[in-house]
């Protein structure tokens, strides 16, 4: 029972110090709690103050960050600026030295210029000087002048008489060239009608036209340019003839008897003779120098090769070429 109490005791006793202890506890707690929730309430608008000024500073750093990059690109144009700059500084340069270059040039070519006018100037006093001769004498050439048309109106005058009697001179020579050639004429006749009467009629010799025709086997042998052993005696009758009717011919006609040598188509081509002109030029020279040989004087005789141009029938038969093969002679004037 004693125990009961004291322990009643003890416990009634110690529970008021613990109230107050829990109390006191109590109160530090509420007290902690409210320095808490003041201290709360001022970080907190501590907090919002500061979440407001990292926005501010946020956004000036976003500002900055802005004008960072602005202040970059107008950097980088001003360095591009610069380099242009720099580039058309350097042209610049380069450009003033050109016409550095040009100045002094146009100085030079402004000196030379200089120089050469006052050449031009001498040279215009010295063409004045020059005029003035040039005006004196295109005077004293123009006295010339008319003194020569004066002598060139009496040239015209006598020259219309100098053309009248040249017209008139002309006349008598056409009339005397005329007569020569009538006379020629007369002797050619007299000539071919003797021959005619010598000859005969034969079939190897015929006129054709104003000249006598031999054919070509008549005096020669075939691609041959020699006279052959008949053929004298064929010529004969022409030497004859010639020699008649030479010394009646005057002086003042300048005959000739032309001996022309022809050949067929066909072509030769031998060691002697390459080819028809020359058998043709050589047959007409061996009848030439038959003709000296028998006196008829080599001035008035003449020899001529036509080849196979000269055709009198332009068949294709042995007649034809028979007839092409020819030597001709004919009297003529030179």
């Given at each position: 029972m004693a125990l009961s109490r004291r322990s009643r005791q003890s416990t009634i006793?110690?529970?008021?110090?613990?109230?107050?202890?829990?109390?006191?506890?109590?109160?530090?707690?509420?007290?902690?709690?409210l320095i808490f929730t003041v201290g709360q309430f001022y970080l907190s608008g501590a907090v919002s103050t500061r979440d407001l000024e990292i926005k501010k500073l946020t956004q000036q750093l976003n500002s900055l960050t802005e004008m960072l990059g602005l202040e970059r690109r107008a950097s980088d144009e001003l360095r591009m600026n610069v380099a242009t700059l720099g580039a058309q500084a350097q042209q610049a340069s380069r450009d003033k030295d050109a016409?550095?270059?040009k100045l002094a040039q146009a100085n030079a070519d402004a000196q030379a210029q200089a120089q050469q006018l006052s050449e031009a100037q001498g040279k215009v006093a010295a063409g004045d000087a020059t005029i003035a001769t040039l005006n004196e004498n295109v005077q004293a050439l123009r006295q010339q002048l008319e003194e020569l048309s004066k002598a060139l109106d009496l040239a015209q005058s006598q020259n219309k008489e100098q053309q009248a009697q040249i017209a008139d001179l002309g006349n008598k020579l056409n009339i005397a060239l005329a007569a020569k050639v009538e006379e020629l004429a007369k002797y050619r006749s007299e000539f071919f009608g003797r021959l005619k009467q010598i000859l005969g009629d034969r079939p190897d010799i015929r006129v054709v036209g104003d000249r006598f025709v031999?054919?070509?086997?008549?005096?020669?042998?075939?691609?041959?340019?020699?006279?052959?052993?008949?053929?004298r005696q064929k010529l004969d009758p022409?030497?004859?003839?010639?020699?008649?009717?030479?010394?009646?011919?005057p002086d003042n006609i300048n005959w000739i008897l032309e001996v022309d040598g022809h050949t067929d188509v066909r072509p030769i081509a031998t060691p002697q003779f390459h080819s028809n002109w020359e058998l043709s030029t050589a047959r007409a020279v061996s009848v030439i120098k038959f003709l000296i040989d028998q006196g008829i004087p080599a001035q008035h005789l003449a020899a001529a090769g036509f080849g196979e141009w000269q055709p009198l029938d332009k068949g294709s038969t042995e007649d034809a070429y028979r007839k092409n093969r020819r030597i001709e002679l004919r009297l003529t004037q030179h």
């Open positions: 006793n110690i529970w008021p110090g613990f109230v107050d202890a829990l109390a006191q506890l109590l109160m530090v707690i509420i007290f902690v709690l016409l550095a270059a031999f054919q070509s086997e008549v005096l020669f042998d075939p691609g041959n340019a020699d006279l052959g052993a008949g053929a022409v030497v004859s003839a010639l020699k008649q009717i030479e010394s009646s011919i």
